[in-house]
């Protein structure tokens, strides 16, 4: 059966039971393909329609009433009067800024730098959101060492790889250089120093999260902080209380942290862990820094974040030298078997 022009994907709005974001364009490819990406990729608190019929798109908000209108440049004037809490024109030019239609979004980037438009604006009007709609607590799986060039950066980012497969994962990168930037070609106008900002003012939520979030392969995850500085600032309990919150109200299944150089005073943040995963090399300089670091665990803690450990020796890491594929050559390597055969049971089909 062919679909209804203006009918929506993936069984329509109702199987979300979220609030309606309306997206309207005279190009119907467009206006499906962008709601199918909100409906199927989006931790968000929307469910879309799209729509190709102004005629089709009244008759609707009619009983439907819609938190957000998206609406293609050439139809701007049209929609006015539809009791649309929030519209925001899709141009196919250079952006400006709408004072009385709406604020404006281009229209032919990815996916999910329109989402993160559209939420940075809708943050703007919103108080702070409830959290009815959020799935379970995310299983936070952090990757530490006081090892150093032990494989620690390579394998959380293989394990977020390999969990996105099955999983909704969010990555964070704590470490002060983490060359992350470099890895995924990508300039973050919004990144982990703004979301500690918010979290030290009192005015992080997870709605405004969304607006700080970037997608590489199958994963999704927050830009290191821009400043190592920043780092600095954030006490461990602070930081390990802003992963928690993170974990509880993003609606993630997994979040996957590497840790940095978590130094002495930081039981608090390897608490905030479900797991630790912890690369660790035979050599007597390793084992003597190793030696050190459970000694100061011991005295530290009262066996919880013990009982998280679990030490690891990785396989030896074969790249070809290019970044360009750095993700696909952990994950498809040596490192990517040796991290599916770790997950084991944790990647069945969902």
Known sequence: MKKRRGSAGAGGVKKFMRKLMAVYDEDPVYAQRLADYVNQKEKLPFGAMAFSSLERLKEYLAEHPAEILLVGEGSAGMVENLGVKQVM??????????????????????????????????????PEPSLSLLAKRAVVMGVYSPIGRCGKSALALTMAQVLGRNFSVLYMNLEEYSGFSRLVDEGFQRDLSDVLYLYRQGTFNWLKLKTMIYQW??????????????????PPEEMGGLIGRIAGESGYERLVV?????????MALLDACDV???????????????EEFEEYVSLADDSRVREK???????QIRLAGRRENYGDQLLWGE???????????GQSEK
């Open 309 to 315: 450990i679990q030490k690891l020796s990785l396989p």
């Open 276 to 290: 630790i995963y912890m690369p660790v090399r035979e050599d007597w300089a390793s084992q003597a820094k190793l």
């Open 217 to 234: 392969g199958g994963i999704d995850y927050i830009g290191p902080a821009r400043y190592g500085e920043d780092l600095d600032l954030v």
């Open 89 to 126: 024109i899709l141009r196919e030019g250079e952006v400006v800024e709408e004072k009385e239609a709406g604020s404006s979004i281009y229209k032919y980037q990815s996916g999910s730098g329109i989402m993160r438009e559209v939420m940075a604006a809708y943050c703007c009007t919103q």
């Open 335 to 345: 490192l990517g078997d040796f991290v599916r055969r770790l997950l084991g049971g």
């Open 258 to 266: 590497d840790l940095g150089r978590c130094g002495r005073g930081s």
